[in-house]
């Protein structure tokens, strides 16, 4: 196995960390659903930090339908929902790229102890198109955990620590792995494996709301890359 004792692990976050499509899931969502089960459940439901399984899950089950009659279904719903993203972000809606990602991404990139990764609630597939709609190659993330993996967002920290073992032959410890979200979910989901969660306010939350979660490190936002960049490499 190869050597990773100074290796670092870098997980992001997709939605309001680094992009926003302007509601283009939520629509693609809301299409599927209403579709597949005749209604999208209640409108003041919140999607951040959550699996799409999740958000399927709960709000089905909000409208009446049981966890049989979800299963039966998810699977015509998901590709529903694939389709209706790759419209919405090909017709006219295109994914915004929030500041220093880009930048952020070259800089990890050029340290040869940085894995650069991904750790979504999308779809593998959604994560694609809404990844390429930014002009962001999936390629470049070497190891991912996605709501496709599984529907508990606690649980991918730890897939993509295997992830990496597996595929990389890196055993990385929790303490080099870093969760870079903009939800509480995503500053608590490292905490059974001990990762350390970077904490950016693009999202629905204030700096407030994110710092009582007590993450590692927290940014209104990754412009100052240099700063972001420290609390990664030189810890």
Not at 163 to 186: C, F, M, N, S
Request: aromatic residues 6%; contains cysteine; charged residues 25%.
């Amino acid at each position: 196995m190869t050597d990773s004792t100074n290796v670092k692990l870098v997980l992001f976050d997709i939605d309001g960390t680094i992009l926003w499509s302007d509601g283009a899931g939520r629509r693609a969502m809301t299409e599927a659903l209403t579709t597949v089960f005749g209604g999208a459940g209640p409108q003041d439901y919140h999607y951040d930090g959550k699996t799409d399984p999740q958000i399927v899950r709960d709000l089905m089950r909000a409208d009446g339908h049981t966890d049989d009659i979800i299963d039966q279904r998810i699977d015509p719903l998901m590709l529903r929902y694939l389709g209706g993203l790759e419209r919405e972000l090909a017709g006219g809606t295109r994914a915004h790229v929030f500041d220093g990602v880009r930048e952020l991404l070259d800089l990890l990139e050029e340290h040869s102890d940085v894995i650069l990764g991904l750790l979504t609630g999308n779809l593998r597939e959604g994560a694609a198109i809404k990844l390429r709609a930014a002009g962001i190659d999936i390629d470049r993330f070497k190891v991912c955990a996605f709501g496709s993996d599984h529907h508990a967002r606690a649980e991918l920290p730890a897939l993509a620590q295997r992830r990496a073992k597996e595929t990389l032959g890196l055993d990385i410890p929790g303490d080099h792995i870093y969760v870079i979200g903009d939800t509480p979910a995503d500053i608590t989901c490292g905490q059974a494996i001990g990762a350390r969660a970077i904490a950016v306010a693009t999202g629905r939350y204030t700096p407030e709301e994110l710092a009582r979660h007590q993450p590692y490190a927290l940014f209104s936002s990754l412009a100052d890359t240099a700063a972001v960049m420290r609390v990664i490499v030189d810890a």
